[in-house]
């Protein structure tokens, strides 16, 4: 009987011991790879306010998981029917316009501007194109 309670013992030991290596080596694997040089996703760039947003200037986050890009007028969204909160009109009329909304940015600094935007697509069955903007640079 001692020898099945010692090995019971030495299962639940080593199971504590993988589980407790195995989030030590995760933490510290973590923290080396965003203490490197040039890993600066996710920090602001610049923040905007009405009466700081200049021509040329880029504002928001410093994220490479923002691959979708638009260049329009932004406008705000008015249409109840659609989704997103502003508009890129974009060249080639309505059928063009991509429907944003930003967890990042107040577009409202922005509304009347020309601008390139970067985000993330999401689906939707109301607009050809709803985007999550997450990085805006000003044309004019």
Avoid: C
């Amino acid at each position: 009987m001692r020898f099945a309670g010692n090995r019971y013992y030495w299962q639940v030991s080593g199971l504590a011991l993988a589980v407790v290596l195995g989030i030590s080596s995760g933490w510290i694997l973590a923290r080396w790879h965003l203490s490197k040089p040039g890993r600066q996703e996710g920090k602001i760039i610049q923040s905007a306010t009405k009466g700081n947003v200049k021509t040329g200037q880029i504002y928001g986050l410093n994220d490479k998981a923002f691959k979708d890009q638009a260049v329009g007028v932004l406008a705000k969204n008015n249409d109840a029917n659609t989704e997103g909160t502003y508009k890129l009109l974009r060249e080639g009329g309505p059928s063009q316009t991509v429907y944003l909304m930003s967890s990042a940015l107040d577009l409202d600094n922005f509304v009347g501007r020309k601008i390139q935007i970067w985000g993330e697509t999401f689906s939707s069955r109301k607009v050809a194109w709803l985007m999550d903007v997450g990085r805006v640079k000003v044309l004019k």
